[in-house]
Nanobody, 122 residues
Framework: QVQLVESGGGLVQPGGSLRLSCAAS????????MAWYRQAPGKERGLVAA???????NYADSVKGRFTISRDNAKSTVYLQMNSLKPEDTAVYYC????????????????WGQGTQVTVSS
């Protein structure tokens, strides 16, 4: 089984910074895309940022210029550096691993982490 464990959430003042980490563990051969999603109370879960194994990235318009996604393929870990945080960034942040293969002949599966709370408030 593959597990995703997030860390780094917490309470921060507006304008502050946080760095989220998500480590995938278990038998992993490859992960195509690693991404961060977020869900605020009463809202749907939406994509924040994604990064492919090639290093190409994609960001939601609301976080462009403030958030940076990166990954360490050797460690199967993805990071989200969040700067200039705003109250509207408050949400549970979820890590997702897309198109995970546990061996070269296995099928693709997606996995989600359990989520970490980010609260931006003075």
């Amino acid at each position: 089984q593959v597990q995703l464990v997030e860390s780094g959430g917490g309470l921060v003042q507006p304008g502050g910074s946080l760095r989220l980490s998500c480590a995938a563990s278990g038998r992993i051969f490859s992960i195509n895309v690693m991404a961060w999603y977020r869900q605020a109370p009463g809202k749907e879960r939406g994509l924040v940022a994604a990064i492919a194994s090639s290093g190409s990235t994609n960001y939601a318009d609301s976080v462009k210029g403030r958030f940076t996604i990166s990954r360490d393929n050797a460690k199967s870990t993805v990071y989200l550096q969040m700067n200039s945080l705003k109250p509207e960034d408050t949400a549970v942040y979820y890590c997702k691993a897309d198109q995970v293969r546990r061996s070269s002949w296995s099928s693709y599966r997606d996995y989600w982490g359990q989520g970490t709370q980010v609260t931006v408030s003075s």
